[in-house]
């Protein structure tokens, strides 16, 4: 699809329930926004994800609605594997891995909605796109003077 400028865009389709899938070239910074009223329906599973645990966070909560999958945490370990489902999922974050990027590892999901951490979630760490004023807050951009 091209864009007329350089920017920021929003795609949204409607797959009528048949499934969707997307590629997107290497280097090109997009997310999958997740949205609290509708349930996704893709074809197989997604590649591993990546989603961002802002500073001070104690807990990452979230309703999972899918099938079984891994929570890693930054450093790729294991911080714990959920195997439940149409559930809200808990999770304690460790000491010193917040203010960092967590992952899926593999998923399939109809519905996921994060109640505490940004509803964002990207194919790798660099392509994770994130408000301007989290980053601000935690450090990771600098404000402009």
């Not at 599973?45 to 807990?59: A, I, R």
């Not at 891995?97 to 505490?116: E, I, K, R, Y």
């Amino acid at each position: 699809m091209k864009v007329p400028a350089v920017g920021t865009y929003v795609f949204e389709c409607d797959d009528s329930a048949a499934g969707w899938g997307i590629s997107v070239e290497a280097g090109r910074p997009a997310v999958l926004l997740s949205n609290r009223g509708r349930r996704y329906l893709h074809l197989g599973q997604l590649q591993e994800s990546f989603f961002y645990v802002p500073k001070g966070t104690k807990q990452v909560q979230y309703f999972w609605s899918g099938g079984p999958h891994k929570v890693l945490g930054s450093d790729r370990k294991m911080v714990t594997e959920v195997a439940t489902s149409d559930e809200v999922v808990v999770i304690p974050v460790p000491a010193g891995t917040d203010g960092q990027v967590w992952s899926f590892t593999p998923h399939a999901h109809g519905h996921l909605w994060f109640f505490n951490v940004p509803n964002v979630l990207a194919a790798s760490p660099d392509s994770l796109l994130l408000p301007k004023e989290l980053l601000t807050a935690d450090g990771l951009l600098t404000p402009k003077n």
